[in-house]
Nanobody, 119 residues
Framework: QVQVVESGGGSVQAGGSLRLSCAYSGYIDCTLDKSWYRQGPGEERDVVSDIDSSGSTTYADSVKGRFTISQDNAKNTVYLQMNNLKPEDTAMYYC?????????????WGQGTQVTVSS
């Protein structure tokens, strides 16, 4: 059974830092690409950062230089280190795992973790 679970959200003041974690499980014989998305109130869900199975990363322009995505394949976990947070970073943050497996492909989301940045 596939599980994708985010943690690490919270409330911080502008300029502060948070590290989000996304633990995933249940994937067998799959190549996994992982992404962090965020959705602010009344906004669409947008991609923040991606990391593929080889470790290649991409970032939205709004977070370049402030956020860092990383993964620990031994722990089946992907992280998002967020530094110099701004009020506009306030959103629900979601982890997405895209699996390319021998017999199927899948796209799975976690339940989200709230990040609130006050000025």
């Amino acid at each position: 059974q596939v599980q994708v679970v985010e943690s690490g959200g919270g409330s911080v003041q502008a300029g502060g830092s948070l590290r989000l974690s996304c633990a995933y499980s249940g994937y067998i014989d799959c190549t996994l690409d992982k992404s962090w998305y965020r959705q602010g109130p009344g906004e669409e869900r947008d991609v923040v950062s991606d990391i593929d199975s080889s470790g290649s990363t991409t970032y939205a322009d709004s977070v370049k230089g402030r956020f860092t995505i990383s993964q620990d394949n031994a722990k089946n976990t992907v992280y998002l280190q967020m530094n110099n947070l701004k009020p506009e970073d306030t959103a629900m943050y979601y982890c997405r795992v895209r699996a390319m497996c021998i017999d199927y492909e899948a796209s799975d989301w976690g339940q989200g973790t709230q990040v609130t940045v006050s000025s």
